[in-house]
């Protein structure tokens, strides 16, 4: 063969396959280049073409094997995601968890916190409760302190000794015995709460002996909690209640005993406490002063009553016809209170009035009170003054006020023309109007140096004539009825 056919041949051999591996790399180029496109921008590959069938089928393989690469690729990027994703969420579980134990312990901390603050909101309430009675009761105690300085009528202190630590304490009943040296025993002077059956007339408790004996005896308070878990007290007080339980408490001047005040029985049902005890011991004591200085002042009193007694008796010694006057005229009105139902307080006001009446005549001079015939206007002027002058007199002196009113008034009348102040009806105090009409019926019915004594009917009937304008026309009545009384049973009035 030609030489030059040959190298012809082989020139175009090896364009022939010099081209066909450029279009081999071309062709790979491109489908490398699509397939970095894919990756980018994540849409589905576009193959290059090609005449070649084998070339077909290496980029279909490659094509399956980028596919399964990238599907392997996405797989292994998924789990890894997932395994991510797991461990997160472990880890999130494990946090949880440290969360809900931290949760939980919070939780039990604050409940702990809660019962605590609970426990101090009710102590605190508590503590409040006990300083507001604390308060309550230190407030009562200086209100029964200045209360007791003020009062200086033993009676009225007697019914405060007992009825204000009662209402303090709520006690049922409550009783203030006072110490009766001489017979050696407690006279019961004031209770509070006991049916009217079981407090007439005094009673007396043996020193020693019972609740306020055994207080007496040993000078110091005693709380019995419950009557029926002791044996020392009866359940049943000698007077015949139930005591269920009680605090007793002496009334003491430094060592002097005068008294004991006692409360028995809750109305709430419960027990009596020491703190209560100890309260009552101290309401005791202000009440020992209390009563000190008003058994002092009656004393005082009854001394001023002995020395105006005996001026009374120094001015009926300078009247012959006005000699145990006075004592006549307290009976009558004692006869009288009594049957008209007054209290012993309104009778104990007209006895002493009864006996004071007249004491203003101590300046009235003799020729005056003796003179036989009628008195002039100057003289009887003089007369008309003795109510005042009495009332005067006494004024200074610490007697009831009501004393002191009735002896101004023994000589008003009801239809205002009487003396010295003209009062009327009902202005005048009962006490006065009855002293008023035993002053007449005594006057009428004695002799006098300017008339003879009236017979008793003479005097009633004058009396009557007179009801209703100068004397009370009840108490009249029943002066009446106390002296026909009298002299229909032979027995004669008390006329001297």
């Known amino acids: 063969m030609n030489v030059y056919l040959i190298l012809a041949i082989l020139a175009v051999a090896v364009l022939a396959l010099g081209g066909s591996l450029l279009y081999i790399l071309i062709f790979l180029g491109r489908l490398g280049k699509a397939t970095d496109s894919e990756d980018r921008s994540g849409s589905p590959i576009a193959y290059p ?214 409360l028995i029985n809750r109305r709430n049902r419960m027990p009596f406490s020491e703190g209560e005890k100890t309260l009552l011991a101290t309401i005791a004591s202000e009440t020992a002063m209390a009563i000190h200085n008003a058994l002092l002042l009656e004393k005082i009193q009854k001394s001023y009553f002995s020395m105006v007694q005996s001026l009374i008796v120094a001015v009926e010694s300078k009247d012959m016809y006005t000699k145990g006057h006075s004592e006549r005229v307290t009976q009558y009105s004692l006869l009288i209170t009594e049957q008209m139902g007054l209290t012993m307080d309104q009778m104990e006001v007209v006895q002493q009035a009864a006996v004071l009446h007249d004491i203003g005549k101590i300046t009235i001079d003799l020729s005056i009170l003796n003179k036989p015939t009628t008195l002039n206007s100057e003289e009887y002027d003089k007369i008309m003054d003795h109510p005042l002058t009495g009332y005067r007199i006494l004024e200074p002196i610490d007697f009831d006020d009501k004393i002191k009113q009735c002896v101004l008034q023994h000589h008003e009348r009801l239809d205002g023309k009487g003396y010295p102040n003209g009062m009327r009806e009902e202005e005048i105090f009962l006490e006065s109007r009855i002293l008023a009409a035993a002053d007449a019926f005594d006057a009428m019915t004695t002799k006098r140096p300017y008339r003879d004594p009236m017979n008793i009917s003479e005097a009633l009937r004058e009396m009557e004539k007179h009801t209703g304008t100068q004397f009370d026309p009840d108490v009249v009545a029943v002066l009446k009825k106390i002296v026909n009384a009298m002299t229909s049973s032979g027995v004669s009035t008390m006329i001297v």
């Open 49 to 262: 073409t090609t005449f070649f069938p084998i070339l077909s089928r290496i980029a279909e393989r490659y094509a399956q094997s980028e596919k399964s690469l990238s599907e392997q690729k996405g797989l292994e990027s998924f789990q890894t995601r997932v395994t991510t994703f797991e461990k997160q969420e472990i880890a999130h579980l494990l946090e949880k968890e440290e969360l809900s134990r931290e949760l939980v312990k919070q939780l039990e901390e604050t409940r702990q916190a809660n019962l605590t603050v609970s426990t101090l909101n009710i102590n605190l309430e508590t503590m409040n409760v006990s300083l507001n009675e604390a308060i309550n009761r230190l407030s009562a105690l200086n209100q029964i302190s200045r209360m007791m300085g003020m009062e200086h009528d033993k009676k009225q202190i007697y019914s405060m000794a007992v009825s204000l630590p009662a209402e303090l304490l709520q006690a049922e009943i409550g009783h203030l015995l006072l110490l009766d040296a001489e017979r050696g025993e407690l006279v019961v002077e004031y209770s509070q709460g006991m049916p009217e059956r079981r407090v007439s007339g005094k009673r007396s408790v043996p020193l020693g002996q019972g609740l306020a004996g055994w207080v007496a005896a040993n000078r110091k308070p005693l709380l019995v909690e419950d009557f029926s878990s002791q044996d020392t007290f009866s359940s049943v007080s000698s007077i015949g209640y139930e005591r269920k339980t009680a605090i007793s408490a002496p009334v003491m001047i430094s060592d002097e005993l005068i008294g004991v005040i006692s």
